[in-house]
């Protein structure tokens, strides 16, 4: 009977957990900035006050982004400035390239998935959304937008973090 109840229990918790995740939102800067700083392979969401550039993104239907690479120092705080050319929904996400390809496979599964992280942005057509994030560990990292299809179609990028 012990078991049981403990098996009951931990159901319980693997549910909640992904509804907690199913339920987080997309929003723009105003909704990251409350977002605790949680430090990730490729960084932690950075403090607007100490950003040293701003890079623009441009997204498109092509399923591209451009610039399609970057260079930058680690410990540079990066503000994006992400713009979405095309008709369609697109979201630009930074993570490792294993990160993103799980998480493109969550989406391809639960295409109404919405979630709101510091590291990603989605961004309607015509508009034009900010995020910013600091760079705190040399090495190879990318941004992919995980819309069911984009990211299998490549749309993904690379930061080279030096």
Known sequence: MKFTNRALIAAAFAVGAGLAHADAR???????????????????????????????????????????????????????????????NHEMVLGTMQELKEH????????????????????APGKTERMVWQFTRAGEFYYGCLVPGHFEAGMVGKVIVK
């Open 26 to 88: 997309h929003k723009g800067d105003a909704g990251k900035q409350s977002v605790a700083a949680d430090q990730h392979a490729f960084g932690r969401a950075g403090n607007p006050k100490n950003v040293s550039r701003t890079v623009r993104v441009d997204m498109s239907d092509t399923m591209r982004f451009s610039p399609a690479s970057l260079t930058v120092k680690a410990g540079e705080t990066v503000r994006f400035v992400v713009k979405n050319d095309g008709k369609v």
């Open 104 to 123: 493109a496979e969550i989406m391809s599964k639960n295409p109404g998935m919405e979630h709101d992280e510091p590291h990603m942005t989605h961004v």
